[in-house]
């Protein structure tokens, strides 16, 4: 074989080689190389919608909390304030209990025995009650309504004398108590006499 044989067998085989690695490459235009293959084993996650949105490989939980509810705590009770169908005289140390005065007086004046049957026969209505619990008040429920209220310009009480239901040493005598600017304080009376009254309860 000459040297001229030699060189186009040689151009010949090249050709070919060429040729058969241009086809291949060809034939698997898109296979990824080693590198781009994932690994044998290896779970890839799948986004999952949840309610927030897209996420991969997790699930956002909708906020199914409820939102924070605030409470308005409920307003101390005070003398002179209105409750219960009249005014505070006076608290016990609970803050919850004490004395009511009616909030003005029965329209008229009485002896001690009408004042006291009024009273008993007293109802005072409203929205959520009716309280039939009134009395005739003993002097010191007077003097506390003096003290508490009237000193202060709280209860509409008169510069005068109301009706108790605290007896006098003679059957026919009650006591009463006056309520002055210098000079109150308890007094006997008839219980012939017409007299201011002003009921009370208890709650």
Not at 139 to 147: F, G, S, V
Not at 169 to 187: L, Y
Request: net charge positive.
């Amino acid at each position: 074989m000459n040297t001229q044989t030699k060189t186009m067998l040689t151009l010949g085989l090249g050709l070919l080689w060429s040729t058969v690695s241009v086809a291949q490459t060809i034939k698997n235009p898109g296979a990824p190389t080693s590198a781009q293959q994932p690994k044998t084993g290896t779970t890839v996650a799948k986004p999952t919608t949840g309610a927030t949105g897209t996420t991969s490989g997790s699930t956002v939980k909708p906020n199914t909390s409820k939102p924070a509810t605030t409470t308005t705590a409920a307003k101390p009770l005070a003398v002179g304030q209105e409750h219960l169908g009249g005014i505070i005289v006076k608290l016990n140390t609970d803050g919850k209990s004490g004395l009511i005065v009616a909030g003005q007086d029965l329209p008229q004046q009485m002896t001690w025995a009408d004042a006291k049957k009024a009273v008993d026969d007293m109802v005072v209505k409203g929205p959520n009650y009716d309280f039939t619990d009134w009395r005739l008040p003993t002097k010191d429920e007077l003097q506390a309504c003096n003290d508490n209220l009237f000193s202060q310009n709280l209860g509409g009480f008169l510069q005068t004398a109301y009706w108790t239901s605290t007896n006098h040493v003679t059957p026919e005598s009650a006591i009463c108590f006056v309520f002055s600017r210098g000079n109150s304080g308890a007094r006997p009376y008839a219980r012939t006499s017409k007299i201011n009254v002003r009921p009370v309860r208890t709650f």
